[in-house]
């Protein structure tokens, strides 16, 4: 079973940084993919960006510029470094961890963008 731990959140002013990470347990990281997406109050969970095994990104169009995806394999972990925040970047972020049929998600974190 994999569980997946969120860290990083907070509040942050508008035009400010913040890094979310998340640690994985389980033995197949490595060759999994994984990626980020985020729930605001009252609206459908939404992609924000994926990373392959390989390391082939995706970004939703919002975010792309300001967001990056990475991952180290080594620690089992991967980050979304949030640069140029914005208030509808405020949501609960959440990991999600896709090892073929099999998909697992993390507790979730909360980020606020203070306009």
């Known amino acids: 079973q994999v569980q997946l731990v969120e860290s990083g959140g907070g509040l942050v002013q508008a035009g400010g940084s913040l890094r979310v990470a998340c640690a994985a347990s389980?033995?197949?990281?490595?060759?999994?993919?994984m990626g980020w997406y985020r729930q605001a109050p009252g609206k459908q969970r939404e992609l924000v960006a994926t990373?392959?095994?390989?390391?082939?990104?995706n970004y939703a169009d919002s975010v792309k510029g300001r967001f990056t995806i990475s991952r180290d394999n080594a620690k089992n972990t991967v980050y979304l470094q949030m640069n140029g925040l914005k208030p509808e970047d405020t949501a609960v972020y959440y990991c999600?961890?896709?090892?073929?049929?099999?998909?697992?998600w993390g507790q979730g974190t909360q980020v606020t963008v203070s306009s």
């Open positions: 389980g033995r197949f990281f490595s060759v999994a993919a």
């Open positions: 999600n961890e896709k090892i073929g049929p099999r998909e697992y």
């Open positions: 990373i392959t095994s390989g390391g082939t990104t």
